[in-house]
T-cell receptor, first 110, second 114 residues
Framework: GEDVEQSLFLSVREGDSSVINCTYTDSSSTYLYWYKQEPGAGLQLLTYIFSNMDMKQDQRLTVLLNKKDKHLSLRIADTQTGDSAIYFCAEGRNDYKLSFGAGTTVTVRA | KAGVTQTPRYLIKTRGQQVTLSCSPISGHRSVSWYQQTPGQGLQFLFEYFSETQRNKGNFPGRFSGRQFSNSRSEMNVSTLELGDSALYLC?????????????FGPGTRLTVT
């Protein structure tokens, strides 16, 4: 299967941490990705994790992978107004394509 | 290093016409993928090219086609346009597209079919 699922909306107060969750179904996934899309723009690659890793940290971003439960999360520390966007989780295999979730709209309120 | 570029950025066409979209990958990248983004269906994979060969194709009708040139630039063509083809078409490039499938996206071409 190729289904990737994400919650659709997240509202967070400025300065707090945001956690966006994603589940995937294909156990043959090799890499899992997080992309950010701002209005009118393309997709910006934020970070990725190889399927044999549990965690990856990159500045304010922390990715956690639970391969047993096929669960991926993205934590954004000290969320800022510029973090308001749609965040996509995607899984990739060795078939040269990415399968995307529906996207989580993150709204940062003052 | 310049990013992925797509032309044109915006396009308005009439039902029944055809359209060609262009994508220039990041220098050195040999893999180019195309995705369609709509509010209803989200991001859907169209096809992927590497060294002028199509290696994978998504579940789209034959009206959607593509090609890649020797300089890795790619074009996609949609013939006999339908209203439902209105979408943001995104192109992505990567070094090789295999395994470490780190793909960088362009800004997209917004196609409106009337």
């Amino acid at each position: 299967g190729e289904d990737v699922e994400q919650s659709l909306f997240l509202s967070v107060r400025e300065g707090d941490s945001s956690v966006i969750n994603c589940t995937y179904t294909d156990s043959s996934s090799t890499y899992l990705y997080w992309y950010k899309q701002e209005p009118g723009a393309g997709l910006q690659l934020l970070t990725y994790i190889f399927s044999n890793m549990d965690m990856k940290q990159d500045q304010r971003l922390t990715v956690l992978l639970n391969k047993k439960d096929k669960h991926l999360s993205l934590r954004i520390a000290d969320t800022q107004t510029g973090d308001s966007a749609i965040y996509f989780c995607a899984e990739g295999r060795n078939d040269y394509k990415l399968s995307f979730g529906a996207g989580t709209t993150v709204t940062v309120r003052a | 290093k310049a990013g992925v570029t797509q032309t044109p950025r915006y396009l308005i066409k009439t039902r029944g016409q055809q359209v060609t979209l262009s994508c220039s990958p990041i220098s050195g990248h040999r893999s180019v993928s195309w995705y369609q983004q709509t509010p209803g269906q989200g991001l859907q994979f169209l096809f992927e090219y590497f060294s002028e060969t199509q290696r994978n194709k998504g579940n789209f009708p034959g009206r959607f086609s593509g090609r890649q040139f020797s300089n890795s630039r790619s074009e996609m063509n949609v013939s006999t346009l339908e209203l439902g083809d209105s979408a943001l078409y995104l192109c992505a490039s990567s070094l090789a597209g295999t395994g470490m499938n780190e793909q960088y996206f362009g800004p997209g071409t917004r196609l409106t079919v009337t």
